[in-house]
């Protein structure tokens, strides 16, 4: 093999160790963009950004043609590109939240580290990783521990069935006693005597799902409970 062709296996490698990296972060965390789809986007980043280079000075140069060619042109097509396939996992719910973005960006991040090791950045591609899991694991962590209050809920969507209309406003003043922070109500008419009230609310990020189901339940005049945890 020659000394280019060792250098490519080389980035291609690293590229792959990078996007397992990213993979394994996001498998863990049983998100829709797992371990195969971070290593196929790193690599083949990576491949098109040797290629791109590659190719920029591939061609021969004398006096009567001399072709010129951008060494990043693919690589610039990348960035814009990926941004389809990160489209595909953000979601809107039902409940009008939107989920999936820091997936998406990861997506996107996997295609920078790809392109940065194709180029030759091979210490800036590594600390670029190092800085993404800190990012997204140690940040969120010391953020719930010591962070300000809003930084330290998360929002649970709820709908509950109430038999009385009289007894929403009730329900209401017992959620703010709990400490639960409304963010929206919506009401709507069902029948003559059930009527439909949709929360969305803010918790401390420690208080389980099913404790906020045990406390609403016991409210009077709720028929039933529906709860999402919507972080």
């Not at 010591?146 to 930084?151: D, N, S, V």
């Not at 709507?188 to 404790?211: C, G, R, Y």
Request: glycine share 8%; aromatic share 6%; hydrophobic share 50%.
């Amino acid at each position: 093999m020659t000394q280019i062709e060792l250098d490519m296996l080389l980035k291609l490698g690293i590229s792959a160790i990078l996007g397992l990296v990213i993979g394994l972060e996001r498998e863990l965390k049983r998100k829709p963009v797992g371990l195969k789809t971070s290593l196929v986007i790193s690599i083949v980043s990576c491949l098109l950004t040797i290629v791109s280079i590659e190719s920029a000075y591939s061609f021969p140069h004398n006096d009567n043609i001399n072709i010129t060619m951008d060494p990043l042109r693919l690589a610039a097509q990348i960035v814009s590109g990926i941004g389809f396939l990160g489209a595909g996992v953000i979601l809107r719910r039902e409940n009008d939240s939107i989920s999936g973005l820091t997936t998406a960006a990861m997506i996107w991040g996997a295609a920078g580290i790809g392109i940065a090791v194709g180029a030759g950045f091979f210490t800036e591609a590594i600390v670029g990783v190092g800085l993404l899991i800190i990012s997204v694991e140690l940040i969120p962590f010391l953020m719930n521990l010591i962070g300000p209050k809003r930084l330290r809920e998360k929002e649970i969507s709820l709908q509950l069935n109430v038999t009385d209309k009289n007894n929403i406003a009730e329900i209401i003043i017992l959620m703010k006693e709990e400490d639960f922070s409304i963010k929206r109500v919506r009401i709507k008419d069902i029948a003559k005597d059930e009527h439909l009230v949709q929360f969305v609310i803010a918790v401390d990020s420690k208080l389980k799902t099913t404790d906020v189901y045990y406390t609403i339940s016991k409210y009077h005049g709720i028929k039933s409970v529906e709860i999402e945890s919507m972080g």
